[in-house]
């Protein structure tokens, strides 16, 4: 089982990377706002570290937007407990270090595995 962060805990972990630009490994999954992991992924360039979801809570699908932003904005606040950090785990490059942040969206017909690299500057607290 991941360990559970908090924000604080988060931008710590966040703020400790200082990989400027990404490997090969990693490139593909590299956006700054939500995407749909890409089908040239290799599963074992990235390993899990942590986790935002807390189990056994019910789900909310609450957004935190105080400047007019929305899900797919690439400078959307990452706010711990607002939808959909609160079903997100951190994984990092087994490579070069970088963070990414990902969770899977259940649709009617589909199920999306999304990725969004993680930037310190976004983090709520």
């Known amino acids: 089982m991941p360990d559970l962060l908090n924000s604080a805990q988060l931008l710590a972990l966040a703020k400790t990377i200082n990989s400027k630009h990404p490997c090969p490994s990693c490139a593909p999954l590299v956006c700054p706002g939500w995407e749909s992991l890409p089908s040239v992924f290799n599963p074992n360039s990235l390993k899990l570290i ?72 976004l983090i709520a607290l």
């Open 50 to 121: 942590g986790t935002l979801r807390v189990e056994g809570t019910d789900d909310t699908w609450d957004e935190f937007h105080p400047k007019g932003t929305q899900i797919w904005s690439a400078d959307a606040p990452i706010a711990v407990g607002f939808h959909p950090y609160n079903k997100c785990q951190i994984y990092q490059c087994a490579d070069c270090t970088r963070l990414f942040l990902r969770y899977t969206e259940y649709g009617g017909y589909y199920v999306d595995e999304r990725i969004r690299e993680l930037n310190p500057d």
